[in-house]
């Protein structure tokens, strides 16, 4: 994505296009990682099961400043149009997935792909990276929560948006908690909050039982 300085990595099963459903996963790396490390992470699964991943480089790899939710929506939107013309994926049957900070602004990017009228994501997971009661504290995606709770974006703002969502340690399971009630709140359906305050910050990807779960859930909403 040249001019837009940043780049994604995809990868595609053989005889994708020959799927019955062809499903992509849109997946956002942590604070300084990189969407590489995510393929690698997601790469099992989607061989087990049978999807594209589109991963989104959205940290440009000077200092530690990230790119914002609605730049990373941009690029989703491109790297999804272009899995289209080259690839014919179904664009309504994509599920996002974020870790820590690509959790944090999770929640904005769900939001503008349904006012946009995209609707691309059937699915957003969301694992240690929530919403907190108080939006001055978040890392990231500060002045969406904080224009949501003000009710900026009317009560409706996750109509129709499923959601996965997962803590693996206790504070982010009482934001978890947080989160899952504020999407209620404005519309959306928490399909699933775990909470497994032990398993530490990666824990989603050291335990695979909650990555397939989600992904059941995925494909149940993508018949």
Known sequence: LEPMDTFFVLWVPDGYESIAARRVMVIAHGHTGNAYREVGLELEFAQKYGYAIVAIQWWSGVGDKMYSGQ??????????????????AQLDKCAYRGWSMGSGISYEVTYLDRING???LAL???HDGGMMPDPSKMAVGREFVTNLYNGVYGQDAFAGKHFYLYAGQREQADYMRNTAEVITAFGG??????EDVDAGHDGFYRHPQYHEEAIEIFFRLTP
């Open 189 to 194: 359906v928490v399909e699933r909050l775990v």
């Open 118 to 120: 995209t609707n691309y």
């Open 71 to 88: 730049q990373f929506y941009d690029f989703m939107n491109v790297a999804l149009q272009y899995m289209a013309y080259k690839y014919n």
């Open 124 to 126: 957003t997971i969301s």
